[in-house]
């Protein structure tokens, strides 16, 4: 447990035994760890595919360690079009995800409109924990950044919604910005 006695991802992570899926429904961050990154996509048009650079390493350790395990991760996203320069450079950046082992799916926002959808982005571990991933209005992490919800109606909701979206959402292979 981490010191706040918040489970960290990782730790969510290392104990999810069957599925861990993410579905995300901004269209911008405004996240400080990317911020770098970023600005250098809008700048030269390129993101920088190298598994070793920055964050990659640890995240995608992550992820091949629980697919390697057996353990599915799907991310879906939902986005509004033409889609805002944060989703270019993170379609752009996706291979890395999929590489590692995660499924990625793209909704056009327009084909979203009839499925009930929480509030906030979320991770659902093992259809039985929901992290949600709480933002400010700029779209950077609120404080407290994250709330978890073991209820069994808010899991419903939340697997019911993620796959209602996956079911109409467009593999990342075949989805153009």
């Known amino acids: 447990m981490s010191q706040s006695g918040v489970p960290s991802f990782a730790e ?11 579905l995300e429904m901004r269209d911008a961050y405004g996240v400080g760890d990317e911020a770098e990154e970023f600005e250098q ?14 964050w990659w390493p640890g995240w995608l350790g992550m992820v091949r360690e629980a697919v390697g395990r057996g353990v599915v991760m799907r991310r879906a996203r939902i986005v509004s079009e033409p889609v805002t ?14 590489e590692a082992g995660e499924l990625v799916r793209w909704l056009p926002r327009r084909r979203a409109v009839d499925i009930a959808l929480p509030g906030a982005d979320f991770w659902l571990f ?28 808010v899991v419903k909701l939340c697997s019911d919604a993620f796959e209602a979206v996956w079911e109409r959402a467009v593999d990342h292979e075949k989805y153009t910005v």
């Open 85 to 98: 320069d944060y989703i270019r450079w993170e379609h752009a950046a996706t291979p890395l995800n999929i």
């Open 126 to 153: 093992d259809d039985r924990l929901v992290q949600f991933n709480i933002f400010t209005g700029d779209g950077d992490w609120a404080d407290p950044p994250k709330e978890f919800s073991e209820d069994p109606a």
């Open 12 to 22: 969510l992570l290392a104990g999810t035994r069957r599925s861990a899926v993410h």
């Open 41 to 54: 996509f809008k700048r030269t048009g390129h993101v920088d595919l190298d598994p070793t650079a920055r």
